[in-house]
């Protein structure tokens, strides 16, 4: 399957994104698989974002069955606490009802991005710097 955008800008690059098809874990893997299957084997997402909102909504449908409505205060509530092993590997719902989730780095090798390194996530609540 082509895991890679038709350009070579930035060569030897590194970024941080939320979603990368360089991530090298089963869910991953399953979401390109399915996607290829829909798409076509050399398809890729349109963004990391587009990816998010993909876990997102399995987020809500959980959230939605737990609350036993879509009703949204009681649905926000259940989001709170649930996570969701998805595509951008696992993002969890906190309190204050941001996600958390791993930024994942990437080094742009040519036409393609190389999977780097995914370092822990971080609680969205706590300063980034202090």
Not at 66 to 90: F, I
């Amino acid at each position: 399957m082509w895991r890679s955008w038709p350009s070579a800008p930035g060569k030897g690059v590194l970024t941080s994104l939320p979603y990368s098809s360089a991530i090298p874990t089963d869910a991953a893997e399953k979401f390109l698989t399915v996607f290829g299957a829909e798409y076509g084997s050399d398809a890729l997402p349109g963004s990391g974002e587009s990816v998010g909102g993909y876990n997102w909504l399995f987020m809500y449908k959980a959230a939605a069955e737990k609350a036993g409505t879509t009703a949204a205060d009681e649905v926000a509530e259940a989001l709170v606490g649930q996570s969701y092993d998805g595509p951008t590997d696992v993002m969890t719902m906190t309190d204050s009802h941001h996600v958390s989730q791993p930024m994942t780095i990437v080094k742009r090798d040519g036409s393609k991005n190389s999977f780097v390194s995914t370092p822990e996530s971080l609680d969205p609540n706590q300063p980034a710097c202090g």
